[in-house]
C-alpha cells in the first residue's frame, strides 16, 4: 500500500489543485455590457428605469411566457438590483479613439467603479483592449488608470481579457497581475481576470489541444470567467451574418468544450451576446423579447447560468426567464431531494451526484432571487439552505443525518 500511496499523492495533488470543484451559486444571471464613453455611475439606474418602463409596455406579453408572481418578482428586481454584473468596455463596444479620450475615459470608468452604491452590481470590471502587439500598451495603461481613479482594487472586480488565441498568452496577464500588484501596493492576488473566447484557436489549437483548458492551468488561479464572444467566433468559423446566433451548432459546440474544459474549476462560463434588441414599433419589441426570452431559457438548459446584455430591454427577459427556469426546476428538484433525505424513490432513485446536481440548482435559484428559503421549504421541508450546502459540496453523511 506504500508504494501505492506513493504513486498516487502527486496525483491526487495535481487533483485537488486544479479541480478544487468549488460552488458557482453565487455566479452573476448576466454581464452587462457598457462602452465607456457612456458609462457613468448612474447607468444602473437608468438602465432600470428604462427596462422597467419596458416591462410596464409588454407585461402581458411576459405574462404569455411566465406566470405572474414571476412577472411581480422581475419588476421588483428591476427596481431594487436590476444589474448583477457590470463591464465597462474599452473594447469592440467602445473603438479607437485618442489616447487623451481614452484616458479621460478610463479615469471616468474608475470613478464609477469606485462609486457604485448598495443596491449596485455585485461584481464589477472593464473590458481592455486585446493582448496582440498593435493593442496590449493601451489596455494596460487602461488599466492603470482605471485602478488609479478607482484608489485601488473595487470589491467584486475583474477585467476582461479578449480574443484569447493561446495559451501562452495567460501567463503575461498573470505576470501584469503581479506587477501591478507589486508596483501599486495593491494586496497580493487581489487582480483576477475573465478570458474572453472569440477565436476558433482558443478551442483547438494547431497541436489538437484543448488551448482552453491549457488558458485555465496557466492562469495560477486567477481565472474569474470563461466568456463566450459570440459574433468574433462565428465570423471566424465562416458562418454567414445571417446565420451567427448563440443557437448555432458553432457555438454550441464551442461552449460545450468550455463547459467541459471549466467542469470542476470552480471557473464559471458565461454565454455571449444576442444583437437583436427590443427597439422601434410594438411589434419588433415584443419579438425581440421573445426571441431573448427563449435563447435564455435554452442557455440555461444547456448549463450556461450567465450571458451578456447590452440593453436595458435585455434585463426584462433576462430575469424572467433565469426566475421562471428556476422556479420550474425547484417544483421538480425539491421533492426528489426530500426524498433523497428520506431514503425514498419518489419513482426516481436518485444517487449522490444527482443530489447533489438538484442541490447545486436549487442554490442557484436562491441565489440570485428567484425564491427564498422558505419557499424551498414548503416543497420540501428538509431543505434548508444548511442540508442544501452539504449535499452540493457531498459533505451531508446521508446514513447518519437527520
Known sequence: MHRIDALLAPVDAMLAHRYPDHRTDTQPVHTVYVSAATATSGTTRAWGETALSILAAHRDSL???????????????????????????????????????????????????????????????????????????????TLELVLDAAGGVPPGFVFTVPKLRAAE??????????????????????????????????????????????????????????????????A????????????????????AVLLVAAAQTGIPVSDGSTQIVPEASAADVRAALDHHFRLVGRSLERGLYQGWDLHPGHLVTRWAATFHFYRAALAVAAPRIQSYLDRRTGGVLDEPATAEALAACVLRGSGCGAFTEAEVRRHAPGCSTAVLKALADRTYDIDTEE
Open 63 to 141: 405574462g404569455e411566457w411566465c406566470d405572474d408572481t414571476t412577472v411581480d418578482l422581475v419588476e421588483r428586481t428591476l427596481a431594487h438590483r436590476p444589474i448583477m454584473d457590470l463591464r465597462i468596455d474599452f473594447e469592440d463596444g467602445y473603438g479607437w479613439r485618442s489616447d487623451a479620450v481614452e484616458d479621460r475615459h478610463a479615469r471616468s470608468a474608475g470613478q464609477t467603479l469606485r462609486a457604485r452604491g448598495p443596491s449596485g452590481p455585485v461584481v464589477c470590471g472593464i473590458r481592455l483592449k486585446g493582448l496582440a502587439a498593435g493593442e496590449r500598451r493601451r489596455a494596460v495603461r
Open 169 to 234: 498568452q495567460v501567463p503575461a496577464v498573470v505576470a501584469l497581475c503581479e506587477e501591478f500588484e507589486r508596483g501599486h501596493g495593491l494586496a497580493q492576488r487581489s487582480l483576477r481576470f475573465e478570458l474572453q473566447i472569440e477565436s476558433p484557436q482558443a478551442i483547438i489549437g494547431a497541436d489538437g489541444t484543448v488551448t482552453v483548458a491549457r488558458a485555465i492551468a496557466a492562469a495560477d488561479g486567477r481565472c474569474a470567467g470563461l466568456h463566450y464572444g459570440t459574433y468574433d467566433y462565428s
Open 236 to 255: 471566424a468559423c465562416g458562418i454567414a451574418a445571417p446565420h451567427q446566433s448563440l443557437a448555432h451548432p458553432v457555438a454550441d459546440h464551442a461552449k
